[in-house]
Structures are given as C-alpha cells and as structure tokens.
C-alpha cells in the first residue's frame, strides 16, 4: 500500500543545534513529496517540496529536505534551530494520477532554549 | 501569494443543530478544493474532496450526508455539519487547489486556517 510515515511523535533539540526530523515513505513510481509546519490551532503552513530535479531541496525558514530514493526517504533539516521553529510538523506525499495529498502522523518539534 | 481563508475561525454550537464553514480562495481560483478534519494531537484526516460544479467525493467512512459539502463557485467551498454532536468536535482544515502556470507538473495545495468547532 501506498503511505508515508514520520517515524518519530517528538523530537527535542537545543537551539543553535541541528535538526532532523524524518519522513519515509512507500510507493511505486515517483512519489511528490511535500513538507508543512503547523503552529498551535493553525493551518498547515508550506516549507518544501520535492517534484522533481536536484535531491536536496531549500524551502522556507532555513528549511531543507533531502529526496533518497534508495532509502525511500525525505528528511526535513535545519543546520541551527529556532525556539521558534518548535511546531508541528507534517510530511506528505502525492502519488502520481491522484489528486489528494496523503499526511504523516506528524512530529512535534520542540526547540529548547 | 495564494491566500486561503475560513470562516468562523471558530463556533460553538449546541447538540442537534447544524453549523456551515466556508472556505475561500481569495486572489486565485481553486477548481478543487479539500476538506480534513484534524482531532487533537493527530494528523490530517481527509474527508472529502470537492471539485467546482460537481458533486463532491468522500473518503471511505465519512458520512456524506452529515457532512454536507458545496462547491458553487471557483473561490468557495462549504462544509455543512448536519445535526452535528460531541463527537463531532474537532478542527477542521480546507485546503484549495490552484491551477498550474506554466506548465508545472503539480498543483499547488493551500492550506485555510482552520475552523476549530465545539459541539456542546
């Protein structure tokens, strides 16, 4: 079946450091991959997505994505983290042929001071 | 940029009653746009997706005539919760989704702010 999955509900990372959080996902042909932030009782907010072309992608806020195919995976990165960047975040991906966009469980960030 | 909008941000309504959310685009025509509902710490659940002039499609589970769903004109979607209950409490997202230029090979999808609904 056709998913995609974060496999972490929370990461926690101290400003100034790096972050990852991670989005594998399962599908056959090329997948559109996507990444969204969303801040308390919000929307989804666009960062970043992936069609196709080079592997690493830049988006929004400093935010970037790296597309593995061998690995089926589309990290979302940030060399140095924001208290502000704490939210959640959402990894999504359009198969080709359907119109939806199918979501992750979701990973809460959270950026310590 | 392409803004999308929904209104009320949020309601609260009594047991029974039923109570409309509109969703717009407004400075770009969206001839589809989607519906989730989003419960409390978990992710997006789609529940239908709605394309201008036509009847609107459900995902497997959701009941479509309780959640009733318009899509009269290029710039607005609505969701009506039809007696709605408790349970039915939750946020609930629209997205919109624009037409390419230039050839691009995907959609763009936006995200309303959502409509955050207490059913008392």
């Known amino acids: 079946a056709q998913s995609v999955a974060q496999p972490e509900d929370q990461v926690n990372v101290a400003e100034g450091n790096p972050l990852t959080v991670k989005c594998t996902y399962s599908v056959s042909g090329n997948p559109y991959l996507f990444w969204y932030v969303q801040y308390p009782n919000r929307g989804l907010q666009f960062l970043l997505k992936y069609i196709t072309g080079d592997n690493l992608v830049k988006g929004s806020y400093g935010f970037e994505a790296e597309f593995n195919k061998s690995q089926t995976s589309f990290h979302l990165k940030k060399p140095s983290a924001l208290v502000s960047d704490s939210a959640l975040y959402f990894c999504?991906?359009?198969?080709?042929?359907?119109?939806?966009?199918?979501f992750g469980q979701g990973t809460r960030l959270t950026i310590n001071p | 940029g392409a803004v999308v909008s929904q209104h009320p941000s949020w309601v609260i309504c009594k047991s029974g009653t039923s109570v409309k959310i509109e969703c717009r685009s407004l400075d770009f025509q969206a001839t589809t746009m989607f519906w989730y509902r989003q419960f409390p710490k978990q992710s997006l659940m789609l529940m239908a997706t709605s394309n201008e002039g036509s009847k609107a499609t459900y995902e497997q589970g959701v009941e479509k005539d309780k959640f009733l769903i318009n899509h009269a004109s290029l710039t607005l979607s609505t969701l009506t919760v039809t007696s709605a209950h408790p349970e039915d409490s939750s946020f609930y997202i629209c997205?919109?989704?624009?037409?390419?230029?230039?050839?691009?090979?995907?959609?763009?999808?936006?995200f309303g702010p959502g409509t955050r609904l207490t059913v008392t």
């Open positions: 999504a991906v359009k198969f080709q042929g359907a119109q939806k966009l199918v």
């Open positions: 997205s919109a989704r624009e037409r390419p230029s230039g050839g691009a090979a995907v959609w763009e999808q936006y």
